[in-house]
């Protein structure tokens, strides 16, 4: 039997493996996806020398970047984003690639307008280095946001009304607001926020993070991360079936 998986950390709550077992049971595909729930990344070598039906995994929080080392290639896109979330088990070689960009991209495109041509990334991790290479070939600018300004960043304490004014895509790629914690958000200023923004965040449980909440508020248009998961998890399957 064919045989799937998700990498991470703490994901009980993953939404791969409810996504994939109703696929295989809708569509009568004869294969099994496991929770590879991992405390350290190193463990990731036992999960290859005991499950020897694997054909691809999914990889998330937080080893997006750290899994790198492990892999045989990269596919191109990958390479450049830095981080993976789908590998390929072709023979002995394992091959990264990232599928969280076309998610994203295909999930965004119905909503941007004309204006929406400056985006605030909230959050540094793997998931922001997709976003970052997706606005790349959307041709949108963009700017990181991270908890200290640095090299390339801003600070949270940087976000002035009129850079908020100023970036009318605000994308959360952070885990801040995901369940259980649902009453908190990123250190962000909403009260900039206005009808001429447009909020995703990437989080999908609970369907409307306190972020959202506080953005529709204020006029802005608001997504969860759901439809992207489900495109890059579709993503992932053609790459595993090619």
């Not at 492990?70 to 789908?86: M, Q, S, W, Y």
């Not at 600070?155 to 605000?170: C, R, V």
């Not at 759901?226 to 595993?240: C, F, G, P, V």
Request: proline share 4%; net charge positive; aromatic share 12%.
């Amino acid at each position: 039997m064919k045989t799937f998986g998700l990498i991470g950390k703490n994901i009980s709550y993953s939404f791969s493996r409810t996504y994939f077992t109703k696929k295989f049971k809708k569509e009568n595909i004869d294969a099994k996806y496991y929770n590879f729930d991992l405390e350290n990344i190193n463990q990731f070598r036992d999960v290859i020398k005991e499950m020897p039906d694997l054909q691809g995994l999914n990889v998330t929080i937080p080893y997006k970047q750290e899994i790198i080392t492990f892999l045989d290639d990269l596919a191109p896109e990958a390479k450049e984003i830095g981080a993976v979330n789908t590998i390929k088990v072709n023979g002995n070689r394992l091959i990264g690639y990232n599928t969280d960009y076309i998610g994203f991209s295909e999930s965004i495109k119905p909503l941007l307008k004309s204006h929406h041509n400056k985006a605030l990334i909230l959050g540094t991790g793997g998931a922001s280095k997709a976003i970052a290479y997706a606005f790349k070939k959307l041709d949108i600018e963009y700017k990181f946001v991270s908890r200290s300004s640095g090299k390339g960043k801003l600070g949270y304490d940087d976000l002035s009304e009129e850079t908020i004014k100023d970036h009318n895509i605000i994308i959360n790629t952070t885990p801040v607001g995901t369940f259980p914690d649902v009453e908190e958000y990123p250190k962000f200023p909403v009260e900039y926020l206005t009808k001429n923004h447009l909020v995703y965040d990437l989080i999908y449980n609970p369907e409307v993070t306190q972020l959202l909440a506080l953005a529709k508020k204020q006029g802005a248009t608001i997504k969860n991360g759901l439809k992207m998961l489900e495109l890059q998890a579709e993503s992932a399957w053609n790459i595993w079936n090619k």
